[in-house]
């Protein structure tokens, strides 16, 4: 066999010195089309009444729940820059926190009812794909603002979301890619893919396979798993039998089952790779030097020491900061979109949310951007998380890939970023 070009490829791929965190997906997905433009008919029953109110759905329960605190502490950093600032539209930010828990309970429709019941006018979350899927038709359907900091299912693009979905976190379009080179840069020449079955697993799992498969290697085995299985002994057994050089393996919190198993039938680990919905700390779940050497890539911007110190503010006991920038990034475009709009409705806060994100004159801050609007000047939000660049259908246009590596601690440490357009 031919071996694969160690060449990165992909649009505008290249190396940066910050750096990412993760993204994540979920189970059931919805019907996907054309982004439809909302209708007063669609969205009457949100109207907006002066005082922009944000709904936090992020998980504080179930399989992504490490990365509720750093969401959490991302939203309401925004909320309180914001409001330092003097508020929107002259009145303070208000918010209401709510659990999405995962896909194999109810509570974030639940949740979803509640703060509809609230009179939200954005809701900030889900951080799981499968989870966003089960409540999106609920939250534009009742005109209010749909904005995860962390999906990455690429369904989402061309979902009919009445154009009321927005995301901070980049589609798993460019995490796949860059995937995918990671492993063929690395030498290995034949692939195994064992992927959880949801959209953000099958889709993350597709795109790694184009990668690979263009980039001159071949993926030998896909084994596509039920998250919910009691073990994974044949799973792994099938991924084993094909002999791949290397095994990504795209899972969330079931890799500690995995895991053990791929040791117990003598997988090495450190030629397989994870991705964002399972990088993470695993120093008190195996034995040391088990994941040494093993990498992984996560999808977003790390939050630099500054923005940390001020995460630490509002949780002194934040110990992880995954996804805080995209969260605090969603808060400060949806209060600087209700300002350009001159309304708290959800309808409005959509229909400005592209326009306050690029194309204009440049601002970091809400403050800053707040004072150019003011004086009627077009601005353009550049985040913590990056320059942000809205597409029409409501995905950023720029993205950053981190690449990690374990270490013998079973903790992950970065070691580069690639950066492109999507």
């Known amino acids: ?29 919805g019907d996907t089309g054309a982004t439809a433009e909302p209708t007063a008919t669609e969205t009457a029953v949100a109207q907006g009444d002066g005082v922009l109110k944000l709904g936090t759905l992020l998980p504080q329960t179930g399989s992504l729940a490490f990365l509720g605190p750093p969401e959490f502490a991302g939203v309401n950093l925004g909320v309180k820059d914001v409001n330092d600032a003097g508020g929107v539209l002259g009145k303070p930010v208000e918010k209401v926190d709510s659990d999405s828990g995962d896909t194999s309970t109810d509570i974030a429709s639940q949740s979803v009812d509640r703060l509809l019941g609230d009179n939200v006018d954005a809701i900030v979350g889900a951080a799981s794909s499968g989870v966003s899927f089960t409540v999106i038709d609920k939250i534009t359907g009742a005109g209010v603002v749909h904005f995860s900091p962390a999906n990455t299912s690429p369904d989402f693009t061309d979902y009919a979301d ?78 084993k039998a094909a002999a791949p050089d290397a095994i990504a393996l795209i899972a969330f919190d079931e890799t500690k089952k995995i895991v053990p198993e791929m040791v117990k039938q003598g997988i090495d680990l450190s030629k397989v790779y994870f991705v964002d919905g399972n990088l993470a700390d695993y120093s008190a779940d195996f034995p040391a030097g088990t994941l040494e050497g093993a990498k992984g890539t996560l999808p977003g911007v790390i939050a630099d020491d500054s923005f940390k110190q001020r995460l630490l503010g509002v949780d002194p006991a934040l110990k992880d900061f995954s996804y805080s920038p995209e969260s605090y990034d969603a808060v400060i475009l949806t209060a600087l979109a209700a300002e350009a709009a001159k309304s708290d409705a959800g309808t409005a806060i959509a229909s400005k949310l592209v326009e306050v994100s690029k194309g204009g004159e440049k601002c970091t801050t809400f403050a800053d951007c707040k004072a150019l609007l003011d004086e009627g000047t077009d601005i353009d939000y550049d985040g913590v998380s990056g320059p942000i660049e809205f597409s029409d259908k409501g995905d950023p246009s720029e993205a950053t890939i981190g690449i990690y590596q374990f270490g013998a601690d079973n903790k992950y440490t970065f070691l580069e970023g690639k950066s492109g357009t999507v």
């Open 1 to 29: 066999m031919t071996r694969p070009t160690t060449a990165w490829r992909s649009v505008a791929v290249v190396g940066i010195a910050v750096l990412a965190l993760a993204a994540c997906g979920g189970d059931d997905t």
């Open 162 to 239: 009445k154009g009321l979905y927005f995301r901070t976190a980049p589609s798993d379009v460019l995490q796949g890619r860059v995937l995918g080179d990671l492993i063929l840069s690395d030498g290995n020449a034949t692939v195994g893919i064992m992927a959880l079955q949801d959209p953000y697993g099958t889709g993350l799992a597709d795109n790694v396979t184009t990668s690979v498969t263009d980039g001159g290697g071949e993926v030998v085995e896909s084994v596509i798993y039920d998250p919910k299985a009691a073990n994974f002994s044949a799973e792994v057994g099938k991924i």
